[in-house]
């Protein structure tokens, strides 16, 4: 699986006044019509059971202008995540990156047991351009971060 690569997305949510979050790349859009999005959450994240208890979330999909808050909100643990980062609050209440390529406030609809993971299909509220300058997310591939290259793939002949 290290091999296919996805977006790195900040999932995010907030219980008590405390914010929580982890990071994912098991995230896509799901429909139109109604807009929305699947994502995948380990179970054994800490993150899991608040964000199942809000029944809200965010999701922001970090460029690759901001790969050391992706290092650090990677590594840290807890509210200390969102250190360092401005966040915006939308509808749902969900944390926001201020800094995301885009950003969605989510309302969570179903949950299905995907093993090891929660998939849970979350119902698009709001959709944020917060950094129209972001053109470029930020990808998972071979346990690393990467970024994504905006010259069009050479076709083989």
Same mark, same amino acid.
């Given at each position: 699986?290290?091999?296919f ?17 982890? &990071? ?27 964000? &199942? ?22 590594r ?35 949950t ?46």
């Amino acid at each position: 699986m290290q091999r296919f690569a996805g977006p790195v997305t900040a999932i995010t949510t907030i219980e008590d006044g405390v914010p929580s979050g982890l &990071m994912a790349t098991a995230v896509c859009s799901l429909s139109a019509e109604p807009p929305s999005l699947i994502v995948c959450i380990n179970k054994s994240a800490s993150a899991h059971d608040v964000i &199942m208890r809000q029944r809200f979330l965010g999701v922001s999909v970090i460029p690759d202008t901001l790969l050391a808050f992706a290092d650090h909100f990677a590594r840290a643990k807890g509210a200390d995540r969102f250190e360092g980062a401005l966040w915006s609050f939308q509808e749902t209440g969900a944390p926001l990156l201020a800094g995301a390529s885009v950003a969605f406030d989510c309302r969570i609809s179903a949950t299905h047991d995907g093993f090891s993971h929660t998939i849970v299909v979350a119902m698009i509220h709001d959709i944020l351009l917060p950094n129209k300058n972001a053109d470029r997310c930020l990808l998972w591939h071979r346990k690393g971060f990467v970024s994504l290259s905006t010259q069009p793939a050479s076709q083989e002949e």
